[in-house]
Structures are given as C-alpha cells and as structure tokens.
C-alpha cells in the first residue's frame, strides 16, 4: 500500500484527492452532483464511465440513506471499487514456453515496461525469461533493451535495425525454446495505431511464433500512457480491433495522470489491467490491486 500510495501522489492531488475538500458539510443537492460529475470528468473517466459512476452513487446513497454532503466519500470510494477486478493470473504457466506479445504506441513506456516485467518475472516468479526484439524500426529501442538486458541479466534477441520484425521474433522464439526459457516477451514496433501496416505486422509475428509454439500468443498486452487520459482509451479500442489484447499495463500514474482511464478501461473495454507504473525504478511496475488504487486517489482523513 505504501508503495501506491507514494506513487500516486501527484495524481491524487491533480483530481480525485479533491474531492473530500469539496464535499462540506451540506446537505445533499443537484449542486453536490454536478460537483462529483465535474471531478469525474475532469479525471479521465469520460462521459460514459461517468454516467456509470454517478448512477450507481445515487443508488448507493439512497440504500444507506445518506443525506450529508461530507458522508459521500466513502460510498463513492465503495462504488469505484466495484467497477475494478484484481487482474487474472497471466497466462503463463503450464507448458515449457509461454510466448507474450507487448503493444503500443512510442511513448508510452512500452519499451522500459518490457524491462521492468522481464525482471519481475525472473526474480519475482521465479520464471525463466528472454527478451525478443521486436522494435526494429527504431534502433534506439534495440539498444533501451539490450541495456536494460545486461542490467537485469535477461537475454535480448535482436536483429539489425530496419530487419524483418518476424524473423527477429522466429529467432527469439526458436531460441527460447532451445535454452529452456520459460517465457519470451516480444517488443514490438510502436507507431501509430491507425497504421494498417503494423497490424499486417503484428499478424505476421504472432504467425511465426506459432511455427514454434502452436498456440502463441498466450498474452497480448497493451502498455497506455496514463498522461493521455481518454486518448489512451482510443488507442485501446484500436488495437482490440486488430489484435486480441488480452490485458492493459498503465504507465506513468506516478506523474499528471489522472487516474480515472483505469476505470473507464474496466467499465467500457472490460480488460483487466494487470501492472501499473509508478516510478522510474526497476521495482515500479507494479501488480495491480484494486483496494490499493482506489485508496489511494483520495486524501486521508
């Protein structure tokens, strides 16, 4: 909890840590909502999860009776818990070679979000793991990653930049497979996620892995910049449009995120969001908890 609440320090006190200086000891009244819908809004959740959020306070409010202003804090901390899930086990586990795709656009902290997860899967899980190079269309990601490799005593599988990305994830995955690692995260390239061709990439790298192990990929997750609030949200329908991510790593919540696209990813998108990011060191990605999150976007009092 420490850690959450330290990390979040400054996106508690861009919105939501707000919230509880607002409410005064007034009566409940149609100015006490629009207060609550204005926060809302203006920390990310957008207009539906807003809609959703506000719905479900009035109820909660009318079950408990609640009438004062200042009473709301914590029935609007209990609803926002239930918009969230703890996250799912990755799927990891149960065969020799567990193959994870990253996505997502420069950045976001794709590239430095690999290296952090690669040392807690290999230090944490126990799990023997490698790194593919994915990004070859940027040479300055080939190299972030072959730094943090030796940092972290993981290996990197990379190609020159400008190589076939399929080809550099065929090696990786075929060498994985002869050293007995146990997981290989593939990086892969970061542009725009309108860009036709990168999907027709993405396609292509999850075929190839195949070739090595049939059921690849067991996990596609997607990395979004908690400073972009809704846009992050777009990116991620895009991509769900041409891949099948199957969960969200959250970067950044350590700076001006906002906090409130967590929810709107769990309410609209319904994808659990497995890792936050909450500071520049090695130890900062961390597991998402839910009751942590939500404790720690408001004030203590």
């Known amino acids: 909890m420490g850690l959450f609440r330290s990390g979040m320090s400054k996106t508690r006190q861009s919105f939501l840590g707000r919230i509880s200086q607002m409410l005064g000891g007034t009566d409940i009244d149609d100015a006490t909502w629009d207060d609550i819908e204005a926060v809302l809004i203006q920390a990310d959740f957008g207009i539906d999860t807003t809609k959703t959020v506000l719905e479900n306070l009035r109820t909660r409010v009318r079950r408990e009776g609640i009438t004062r202003a200042d009473k709301i804090h914590d029935a609007l901390k209990a609803t926002l818990r239930e918009l969230l899930k703890a996250p799912p086990p990755l799927n990891i586990s149960g065969r020799p070679l567990s ?126 910049d908690g400073t972009t609030g809704q846009n992050a949200l777009q990116q991620a329908r895009e991509f769900r449009k041409a891949v099948d991510v199957t969960g969200i790593i959250v970067t950044k919540l350590d700076s001006s995120a906002k906090g409130g696209m967590v929810f709107a990813i769990y309410n609209e998108l319904k994808l659990p969001v497995h890792y936050i990011g909450l500071g520049e060191g090695i130890n900062d990605l961390v597991y998402f908890q839910p009751d942590y999150f939500v404790d720690s976007l408001f004030d203590e009092n």
């Open 99 to 224: 193959i994870m795709l990253v996505v997502g656009v420069n950045g976001s902290g794709k590239t430095t979000s690999i290296a952090k997860l690669a040392y807690r899967l290999q230090t944490i899980n126990n799990r023997k793991t490698l790194i593919a190079a994915g990004d070859t269309f940027r040479a300055a990601a080939i190299e972030q990653l072959q730094t943090w490799g030796q940092r972290i005593d993981v290996p990197v599988i990379a190609g020159r930049p400008g190589s076939d990305p399929a080809a550099v994830v065929f090696d990786a995955s075929a060498a994985a497979k002869a050293r007995g690692r146990e997981v290989l995260i593939v990086d892969t390239a970061g542009r725009l996620h309108t860009n036709y061709n990168l999907m027709e990439e993405l396609a292509k790298i999850k075929s190839v892995s195949q070739k090595v192990v049939p059921d690849a990929p067991h996990e596609v997750l997607l990395v979004l």
